[in-house]
């Protein structure tokens, strides 16, 4: 991810922050229906939220979530999901090439690139983690059997959390959250970083799209193995009533209890299939647009 682009113009931190922010709400608009069905597979299992309807994989999921409750609802939180992006993406992808360069640059060490992601990561779940909360919920409610949804849209989601239970409340689950971004930020952006520096050292394919798809696609599946178990504890916890769980621990010891230890795999398929895809239209999408921005930053630099 980081490097110079095709007119061998180091990007600016805006470009980058700029870049990344355009191509990860791409990524999401595209990939939203399948983050709508990992969500819901995630809380099968509660009786608190379940509407008496069983879903079975991915494409099972998504054709019961259009039947039953219409198509629009398989983007139910998507302007969440957006505002999610521009702060997660942006910031976690945009600054992690520029604390990557204060360490090393292209040839910072594996050490240096796990502390830039941490560092990011960790930002960025702190100032996004509001828009997470809203997201979920507006994910896994259901309209189906008389059950009343708890919000009618995002703004109203973000009026009734934070006037109805408190405003810290959307904050809630920031610790699973912060962790499972830590793993994701390491796993995701480090894979790709070394995947992509590795290919192209060692001559086996070009600083291109191929390149590009290929570890986006290594970073995906490494993400979604390590990150799935925190990924669900999340959803549990955010998407829970007040009193439901005391705390984090005491929601993956329910789960783990209850339904045992395939409960933190829940929505495993539909969460590598979305995290593969977003990271392949977020890369390629994010390399290409870095370098058109430098591009016609440096004509219109010769122009004048």
């Given at each position: 991810m980081v490097g110079t682009t095709a007119t061998d113009v180091p990007p600016t931190m805006g470009v980058k922050i700029f870049s990344a922010g355009v191509a990860a709400c791409l990524a999401d608009v595209i990939t939203f229906p399948l983050d709508t069905a990992k969500v819901r597979l995630q809380i099968q299992g509660e009786c608190q939220t379940t509407s008496?309807?069983?879903?079975?994989?991915?494409?099972?999921?998504?054709?019961?979530?259009?039947?039953?409750?219409?198509?629009?609802?398989?983007?139910?939180?998507l302007p969440?999901?957006?505002?999610?992006?521009?702060?997660?993406?942006?910031?976690?992808?945009?600054l992690y090439d520029t604390v990557q360069e204060f360490w090393g640059g292209e040839e910072a060490s594996t050490g240096s690139?796990?502390?830039?992601?941490?560092?990011?990561?960790?930002?960025?779940?702190?100032?996004?983690?509001?828009?997470?909360?809203?997201?979920?919920?507006?994910?896994?409610?259901?309209?189906?059997?008389?059950?009343?949804?708890?919000?009618?849209?995002?703004?109203?989601?973000?009026r009734i959390i934070a006037t109805t239970e408190s405003l810290s409340t959307l904050w809630k689950g920031t610790t699973p959250n912060l962790l499972r971004n830590i793993i994701i930020n390491c796993t995701?952006?480090?894979?790709?970083?070394?995947?992509?520096?590795?290919?192209?050292?060692?001559?086996?394919?070009?600083?291109?799209?191929?390149?590009?798809?290929?570890?986006?696609l290594i970073a995906g599946f490494c993400t979604t193995l390590l990150s799935s178990p925190v990924d669900v504890v999340k959803t549990r916890f955010i998407n829970s009533p007040q009193g439901q769980y005391t705390s984090v621990p005491s929601c993956?010891?329910?789960?783990?209890?209850?339904?045992?230890?395939?409960?933190?795999?829940?929505?495993?398929?539909?969460?590598?299939?979305r995290l593969a895809s977003w990271n392949v239209i977020m890369f390629v999408s994010f390399e290409k647009l870095k370098r058109e921005l430098m591009k016609s930053r440096q004509t219109v630099d010769c122009a004048t």
């Open positions: 008496g309807i069983r879903y079975k994989g991915v494409l099972g999921t998504i054709t019961t979530l259009a039947k039953t409750e219409g198509p629009l609802k398989l983007y139910s939180g969440a999901g957006l505002q999610r992006q521009i702060s997660f993406a942006s910031l976690r992808i945009g690139k796990i502390c830039a992601g941490l560092t990011t990561g960790g930002v960025a779940v702190f100032i996004g983690q509001p828009t997470e909360v809203v997201k979920v919920r507006l994910q896994a409610q259901s309209h189906l059997h008389g059950l009343k949804p708890r919000y009618t849209g995002t703004y109203n989601a973000y995701e952006l480090v894979t790709y970083d070394l995947m992509k520096g590795a290919l192209v050292r060692n001559d086996i394919l070009a600083d291109d799209v191929p390149c590009h798809l290929l570890s986006a993956a010891m329910s789960m783990l209890t209850k339904e045992g230890p395939t409960a933190f795999f829940k929505g495993f398929a539909p969460s590598f299939l």
